[in-house]
C-alpha cells in the first residue's frame, strides 16, 4: 500500500542534543512538507520542498534543518537550537502543482524533552 | 497568523445529529480543502472544492464555498460516533506551494 511512513512514533531529546525525525513516502510525490502542531492548535509550515535537492523555509524554520537527496526521503533534524521542541511532527506529501492538490500525512512523530 | 480560522473550536452533538463548521480565510485561493484528523493520528483528505465550485458532496458531506466572504461550511449529516476527531480547513497563497491549516474545531459526537 502506498503511503508515509514516519519514525519513530515517540522521541525524547537531551539538553543540548539533535536528533533526526524520519520520513518516507513511496507515493511518487514531488512535494514534501513537515509540519508542527502544538496541543490544541493547528499546523504550522517548518519546510518544504518541491523537489529532490531543493528546500524552502516555511513560517517556523529556525532551529530546524532538513535536507531532500532522495524524492522518497525528507528527514528533520531538530537542533539544540531549538529552545522549545516539544510537539507533535507531522510530515506530509503531494503532487506538486500551483493548484494546491490533497497532502497525505503520516501519523506524526511525538517529540518531548527529558 | 494562520490564514484559516474555524469556528466553533470544539461542538458536542449527538448521534444522528447534524455538525456544521466553519472556515474563514484571508486573501485569494485556488481550492479550499477539509481535513480530518483523529487523535494522535495524522491528517487525513475529506474533501476539496475549487474556488469556482459553490458546494459539493461527498458521502455524508457538504462543503460550501462562499468567495465573496471568504468562508467555507463543512456540514456532517448523520453523525457517529467514528466522526469524533478534529477537522482543518486548508487554504494556499495563489502562486505558492504553502497550505495554510486554520486551528481547526474539535468535534465530538456522543453515542
Known amino acids: 500500500d502506498g503511503g508515509i511512513t514516519q519514525s519513530p512514533k515517540y522521541l525524547f531529546r537531551k539538553e543540548g542534543q539533535n536528533v533526526t525525525l524520519s520520513c518516507e513516502q513511496n507515493l511518487n510525490h514531488d512535494a514534501m512538507y513537515w509540519y508542527r502542531q502544538d496541543p490544541g492548535q493547528g499546523l504550522r509550515l517548518i519546510y518544504y520542498s518541491q523537489i529532490v535537492n531543493d528546500f524552502q523555509k516555511g513560517d517556523i524554520a529556525e532551529g530546524y534543518s532538513v535536507s531532500r537527496e532522495k524524492k522518497e526521503s525528507f528527514p528533520l533534524t531538530v537542533t539544540s537550537a531549538q529552545k522549545n521542541p516539544t510537539a507533535f511532527y507531522l510530515c506530509?506529501?503531494?503532487?506538486?502543482?500551483?493548484?494546491?492538490?490533497?497532502?497525505?500525512f503520516g501519523d506524526g512523530t511525538r517529540l518531548s524533552i527529558l | 497568523s494562520q490564514q484559516g480560522e474555524e469556528d466553533p473550536q470544539a461542538l458536542s452533538i449527538q448521534e444522528g445529529e447534524n455538525a456544521t463548521m466553519n472556515c474563514s480565510y484571508k486573501t485569494s485561493i485556488n481550492n479550499l480543502q477539509w481535513y480530518r484528523q483523529n487523535s494522535g493520528r495524522g491528517l487525513v483528505h475529506l474533501i476539496l472544492?475549487?474556488?469556482?465550485?459553490r458546494e459539493k458532496h461527498s458521502g455524508r458531506l457538504r462543503v460550501t464555498l462562499d468567495t465573496s466572504k471568504k468562508s467555507s461550511s463543512l456540514l456532517i449529516t448523520a453523525s457517529r460516533a467514528a466522526d469524533t476527531a478534529s477537522y482543518f480547513c486548508a487554504t494556499g497563497l495563489t502562486g505558492t506551494y504553502k497550505y495554510i491549516f486554520g486551528t481547526g474545531t474539535r468535534l465530538k459526537v456522543l453515542a
Open positions: 506530509a506529501s503531494s503532487i506538486a502543482s500551483q493548484v494546491l492538490q490533497p497532502q497525505h
Open positions: 472544492i475549487r474556488s469556482n465550485e
